[in-house]
């Protein structure tokens, strides 16, 4: 299989050209080139958060976030962190894993990374995702006697080159010997197959329009900032964090909520909601931490938009507490998809 290399730009086809063009290569050769380089490129944020920290000098820093679903064709994300260093000397260490509902997957464990002191350290690596990941954990550490705080974290699929065979995401790479060979036929699957590929990528990959996460000491029992009643009584909503999630010419959509939340005892029901401001919520109960798992609870939200290029949406993330009981939640993330 001739499989088509990757177009590096988009080649944008003039109205023109379809006008009763002639039963030759192009404009769907150049149609079908166009979805490879969506393949590659089309990179929308599957996370993209600052992380609520506080900047203490001795110790390691672990972050728990709640994933959206990975593209199905298991390909290559990006990662780039950026860690602020104050005063000293030393270097950072960086391990990233995933949890897919049975076990921990390492995807990257580097350390004596540079770290100048009072700067801004950018850490950059590609990984592969399994489709079944669902919680991402990042531990920050040091050496030496630089300080460091974890500031945000983004990943984006880096698919590289297309690949021959169709795609778990049923993107159908393109041939070229199906059009290039001496009087190939043109078939309303060929001229069916771009935006049946554009479609295909589009809806394999999520985009991230709200997240939140802080820093939990690797255990389920201690985060930042828990739900506890020396800030509020029971049952009584506490805000944690606001986001604005731009969606330019969208009405009506739906984005799926993610969340990552346990208790220390007494009612689990309703300790989390999201909403948007002047609109929609929805709420999620918790894990019992007594039975020693916290495990990822999704729901759709569903978001009015005004549907203009600056169509915006406010979001709000807060938590109560039950009978005199801590909440602690780890991270919370939205996302939407073409189609939702």
Known sequence: MAIAATPSTLDVIPESAYVLPGATVDPLGRDMLNAHHAYRYFRPPLWDGIYTVEPLAARAYSIKIPLPAPSADVIPYSFVHRIRTGPGVGTLG???????????????????????????????HVDPLSASARILRCVYTRAGGL????????????PGAVTSGIKPSKFWPYDTGLLTAPNAPITTELRDRPWRDAMAIA????????????????????????????????????ILGYARASLPYQTTLSATVSVLCGVGGGSTLARVRVDQIGGSSVTFDADDLSLGTVAVKSEPLTLALDG?????????????????????????????????
């Open 94 to 124: 960086v391990s990233v894993d995933y949890w897919d509902g049975a076990v921990w997957t390492g995807i990257e464990a580097a350390a004596g990374i540079a770290g100048p002191a009072s700067s801004v350290v950018e850490y950059v």
């Open 203 to 238: 809806r394999d990959r999520r985009q991230c329009v709200l997240s939140w996460a802080q820093e939990d000491d690797s255990v389920p029992s201690s985060v930042l900032y828990n739900a506890t009643g020396t800030a509020a009584t029971d049952d009584e909503w506490q």
């Open 147 to 158: 300080t460091l705080t974890p500031d945000s974290l983004i990943v984006v699929p880096w």
């Open 308 to 340: 203009t290029l600056g169509a915006t949406a406010e979001l709000r993330v807060s938590v109560r507490r039950a009978s005199g009981r801590a909440t602690y939640l780890h991270g919370v993330t939205a996302d939407w998809r073409r189609g939702d």
